[in-house]
């Protein structure tokens, strides 16, 4: 039991004063549910991605008798597993939805046939997975996020019809990567099979994708109509169903390439348990595959809809140093629609190496009828796409031409305008924080070339280089310590910073769920003096909270236990074995519930490619939050998709930094606009793995660290001023992130100017048995943390510890303390 203990934190729990019992049948929506979901049903389709069409869809009013088919007909996914994922009311999957937008479902037989392949493949896979260990508790550690592959089966099936739709399902989550075998990142030979067979012999035939990433799809040239639905959250099937019908239309666009596994790139390494050497440096996602000119399947960007749009520059400027592009965009087609407009920028590889080009603005225009235009205004600012210069820590724009291009995916752009840099600017003068991994990112000279004459048609523009003032960066950033601080014992500071520790005492909760005021929270502040708590709990796909809960003299309690997000993965004798820690709830207790809104996963967000999606998902989050007594929200997360295995990707936006940092702010503001509510953004940085995630080390250069794993953060911060930012698990060149006083002092506190606080993920409890120690709560605090989550005696020790022997000082301690003390004062419910 010696790693049960490890995962346990003390706590106790607090008599929850604000509990309001919420009513209405288990498949009936309170108000502020049927609330949410109907303004999200008004974006979700926006989110979808068609791959292929051949114009068969929608279907007309009168075919509405149809074959459903493939894993997520019944098992319809919506969204991860792990602290991502939301407890909603109730999930309809898409059988239910078509059956309710009344159509008729012919192929029962096959689905009944599936249900029953499906419990034994699962039986035997617990069986399986839980088979290596003798006690439930290492076996829940060991095999958290684990998932089934889907089985391969042979069930007869109608192979012709006049419509068929092969929904096709994966599902991810924390705590393990994906891996590229037949069910999980490849197609089953069933699935294969089927799908062919369904393509060729049914008059209209549709492969959907509920997934949260992609999979390969080579296999499937025979497939004419192709959509990714994603996760939606609570409205998953019903968007399908409205797609289907042509109540509504796919207008997303990719935000990360899907393409045949064999395409990405191999050159930096994944999934190592140790050490993961990001030798790629700045080639990820589509910066490799465009400049590498690898013929991708669907490029980032891409996206098609039911109808088709033609888009014309109407005006080409620059003003100091901001580029502006006004375009016209028109639906040439028969369907009405939305267009996605991206632009990009090729800078020159003067001293340094550069990627074909990278995504600087993009907009999206309003529905457009058949003939309808719009026009869009997209613009941005030269220096916030400066290059890193590691040799002089600069930020610069070398000399050269600067090509912008226009279009509607990565790989069908044409170019608008040249801005010539006459000599090299420093944008910004920096330190080198990040150390230096022993390797030389891969660089490649750009194999796509532009030609003579279409470069002599464009408007060419000469840099004012006098509208650049060079930033020069100090790092001497302070913050005020009230005398109320001051006042405190240092008992009391040391207990300001370790998560909900000492609040009282007793009880226990596990990571993923130690607060204990509101019931399946994750996390909260202690409460020191008159302080009331912050409480915290997870996203990004809505507000995690318990479902069911009780109240007693001690507080709230969930209903399901302790390990109710961990249990999944257990057999029957497993679950029995440990159903001793369930809650004994007292005789004619009232059960509570919190049901939450269930959004769309951040993928499918930023897949929209728009703001106002965003925003309205971080609104309804934040509404919630109200009514919850929730104050910080761990989201939005913004992790890059380096590599398509990572587990965690469907929480994530992008392989693109600047996509990823306008999505998050949205979300962000969104939050932030209700009062006391607000987010913590995630998981700084360069957190792209599952596997061994406690102790993982990233080998990052700090050119790819500046220019992509940090740069969404950067943006994000900028445009919405979040009031928390979470640290990852993750060790960057050998330092925690939580214990490197460079990232979270120098980098985010000074250089990207964030005033708030700065939490570590929840780390209380690892043991110390790895290649890399685990981080310590004093070593945290030092490097400027704020508070060591979720909180143990342990965590608190360290530091009354490093007190004494003056490896804390006071003065460090009390900047940290101060930061809690005020945001209980300002947010604590
Ligand atoms: C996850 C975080 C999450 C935290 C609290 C951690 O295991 O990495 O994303 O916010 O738990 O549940």
């Known amino acids: 039991m010696k790693i049960f203990n490890i995962f346990i934190v003390s706590i106790i729990y607090l008599v929850s004063a604000f509990a309001v019992p919420i009513k209405f049948g288990k498949r009936q929506y309170g108000d502020y549910e049927s609330r949410h979901i109907e303004i999200i049903d008004k974006y979700t389709a926006e989110s979808t991605v068609l791959l292929r069409k051949n114009n068969d869809f929608p279907l007309s009013a009168n075919e509405t008798s149809i074959y459903l088919y493939g894993n997520g007909i019944r098992k319809t996914i919506k969204g991860g597993t792990g602290s991502g994922d939301v407890y909603s009311r109730y999930f309809e999957n898409i059988e239910e939805a078509f059956i309710k937008g009344g159509y008729e479902i012919l192929s029962k037989d096959y689905l009944d046939e599936y249900d029953k392949i499906y419990e034994e493949a699962h039986h035997k896979f617990l069986e399986e997975i839980n088979s290596k260990y003798d ?231 309003k529905e457009l009828a058949p003939t309808e235009s719009d026009l869009l205004n997209l613009k941005f600012k030269l220096s916030d796409f400066a290059s890193y210069d590691t040799a002089t820590a600069t930020y610069i724009l070398d000399s050269g031409a600067y090509l912008v291009r226009i279009g509607n995916s990565s790989r069908n752009t044409s170019l608008c305008g040249q801005i010539n840099v006459e000599s090299k600017i420093v944008v910004k003068q920096l330190q080198n924080k990040l150390g230096t991994p022993d390797f030389e990112d891969f660089t490649t000279v750009s194999m796509k070339q532009d030609s003579e004459a279409e470069l002599a048609t464009i408007p060419k523009f000469i840099l004012d280089a006098s509208s650049i003032q060079t930033i020069i960066q100090t790092y001497d950033k302070t913050y005020p310590v009230s005398d109320e601080v001051k006042a405190l014992t240092p008992e009391q500071k040391a207990t300001l910073v370790i998560g909900a520790f000492g609040a009282t005492e007793g009880s226990s909760s596990i990571v993923g769920a130690a607060a204990f005021s509101v019931a399946g929270a994750a996390g909260q502040t202690a409460m020191v003096a008159d302080l009331r708590p912050v409480i915290m709990a997870d996203g990004p796909a809505g507000l995690r909270l318990a479902k069911d809960y009780f109240i007693d003299e001690t507080g709230a309690h969930t209903t399901e236990g302790p390990f109710a997000a961990l249990i999944d993965v257990l057999t029957d004798e497993f679950k029995e074995m440990i159903s001793y820690m369930n809650p004994q709830i007292p005789e004619g207790a009232t059960i509570y519930h919190q049901y939450a809104t269930a959004i769309p996963i951040g993928t499918a967000i930023a897949q929209s490619w728009n703001r106002e999606f965003a925003y309205v998902c971080g609104d309804i989050v934040g509404a919630e939050m109200k009514i919850f007594k929730v104050q910080l929200w761990l989201a939005p997360a913004l992790n890059i998709h380096r590599s398509i295995l990572c587990g965690r990707n469907f929480e994530y936006y992008s392989e693109d930094p600047l996509i990823s940092g306008i999505m998050a702010a949205a979300i962000t503001n969104g939050v932030q606009i209700h009062d006391k509510a607000f987010v913590t953004m995630k998981h700084y940085a360069a957190n792209n793995q599952e596997t061994n995630r406690y102790y993982s080390n990233s080998h990052v250069s700090e050119r790819a660290m500046r220019e992509i794993y940090l740069k969404g953060f950067e943006i994000a911060i900028r445009e919405s001023n979040p009031k928390a930012i979470m640290t990852s698990y993750n060790l960057v060149n050998g330092v925690h992130t939580n214990e490197s006083k460079e990232l979270t002092n120098d980098i985010l506190r000074n250089e990207f100017d964030f005033n708030g606080i700065v939490m570590t993920d929840w780390m209380s409890g690892f043991p110390d048995n790895q290649k890399y120690a685990i981080p310590y709560s004093n070593n945290v605090i030092k490097a400027t943390g704020d508070i060591y989550m979720p909180g143990s005696q342990g965590d608190y020790d360290n530091i009354l510890k490093a007190l004494e022997t003056n490896e804390l000082t006071m003065e460090e301690l009390e900047v940290s303390a101060a930061r809690i003390y005020d945001l209980a004062k300002e947010i604590g419910y």
């Open 135 to 365: 006690n439930p508790i290492m076996s829940m550690l060991e095999n958290m996020g684990a998932k089934m592959d889907e089985p391969e089966y042979d069930i007869p099936f109608n192979q012709e019809g006049d419509v068929a739709i092969y929904v096709l399902s994966r599902i991810s989550g924390e705590g393990t990567d994906r891996v590229v075998k037949k069910g999980d990142v490849l197609l089953t030979d069933t699935e294969v099979k089927m799908i062919n067979a369904l393509a060729t012999g049914y008059k209209k035939f549709m492969l959907v994708l509920n997934t949260g990433g992609p999979v390969d799809l080579s296999g499937l040239e025979a497939v004419q109509n192709i959509l990714i639905l994603s996760q939606l959250g609570c409205n998953t099937s019903k968007t399908l169903v409205d797609i289907v019908s042509g109540q509504k239309y796919p207008s997303g666009k990719l935000t990360t390439t899907w393409t045949k596994y064999e395409d990405y790139s191999q050159i930096g390494d994944f999934g190592d348990k140790d050490d993961t050497y990001y030798k790629e440096g700045i080639y990820v996602g589509y910066r490799y595959f465009d400049s590498a000119d690898i013929d991708v399947m669907f490029p980032f960007g891409f996206g098609l809809g039911y109808t088709d749009f033609e888009y014309t520059v109407q005006s080409v400027t620059l003003e100091g140093e901001e580029f502006n592009v006004v375009v016209s965009v028109e639906n040439i087609g028969e369907f009405k629609g939305k267009e996605v407009i991206q632009l990009y920028l090729s800078k020159p590889s003067t001293t340094l190496d550069e990627p074909y080009q990278v995504l600087v603005q993009f907009g999206k225009t």
